[in-house]
């Protein structure tokens, strides 16, 4: 935009950045600071809470490459996404999970959406609210994507509208999932997970030699049990001395909506989402367990990710458990996602459709 009207409060945004090399844009009022990778997925790679200086998207540590610069080594279906990988905030679409072929077409690990450039469009730029539009298209399936987000003055919370639609002339099954990673200093032993009334899962399997869960566990929200025979209470948040990484899944919610509150700063962090498209919220503990590559114990993170579908095994495992997210040929599926910040104490009892948190 080179005739845009600069203003220095109140609702901004911009998408004449780069980061990196890649086209950035970034989205802001009075107390919030979005960062997004338009060249790379429209990841939410930043959100900050101005008054407290609290970005709460976890980084990796090796944040931000730009494909373009980089050569991969191998052409492994994981790796390369992980190569990339910066934490923060992904759309994954249409194959959320581990790589596989499917129709015929190869996916690697969370393809393949956020790992190519989106086209932008301002649509509203005001001082009580800013709204930009990001669009692309699948690779390796006929699925077109757009993410419409908002801000107004005095909010803390993004409003994010998502469209999928099936271009092909074939009904096609997808695994959509909000790929979120929250890190420190919101997350940490201080903190507290708040989620409706839910049945929670672990993994059918160890995902890694650090996991801490008991296999193919199924009960109900907060405790579940642990392999040495201990019962965790998914309130709280280990410390990074932890040194354990797993997968659990929170399903059955009577509404789609989680909150992680630091009861030391009372800065949290708040997701309402449609319970009825994404029916599971997908739980990566990554508690500083991850050793080896990419992770190498140096980890702190945990992703909090709605998701149409159970396993992380992608479409296929989706299709034989009967979670995949069917799209008839020429539909869209739609769903609005609020996010963002807020602050207070005690225990959180809801998170409305516009993220107004309320507390007990």
Known sequence: MNYQDERTNYCRLSDSWTYRGLKTVIIENEIVRITVLAD????IYSFVHKKTDTDFMWRSPWGVRNPRNTVPPTGDPSSVWLDYY?????????????????????????????????????????????????????????????????????????????????EGEEDLDIVWLEHIAIGAPVLSDKAKLYVPKSKLLSHPESIDPNSKLQPNFSGEWPNINAKDGSVIDFTNIPPKEDRSLDMAYMTEMSEGWYALVNEESNIGWAVSYPVETFKYLWYWRNFGGGYGYPWYGRCYNAGLEPCTSFGNGGIKQAQENGTALNIAAGQTVSATITAGAFTGQGTVSHVDTNGKVTFN
């Open 86 to 166: 910066e934490g923060g905030w992904q759309t994954v679409v249409p194959h959320g999970g581990y790589s596989d072929r499917v129709y015929g077409a190869d996916f690697g690990i969370h393809g393949d959406v956020n790992l190519i450039p989106w086209d932008t469009q301002v649509i509203k730029d005001t001082p009580n609210e800013v709204s930009v539009r990001f669009n692309a298209r699948s690779v390796r399936m006929p699925m077109s994507v757009s993410k419409t987000l908002s801000l107004v003055s005095g909010s803390a919370m993004l409003r994010i509208e998502e469209a999928v639609t099936n």
């Open 40 to 43: 790379k997925g429209a990841d």
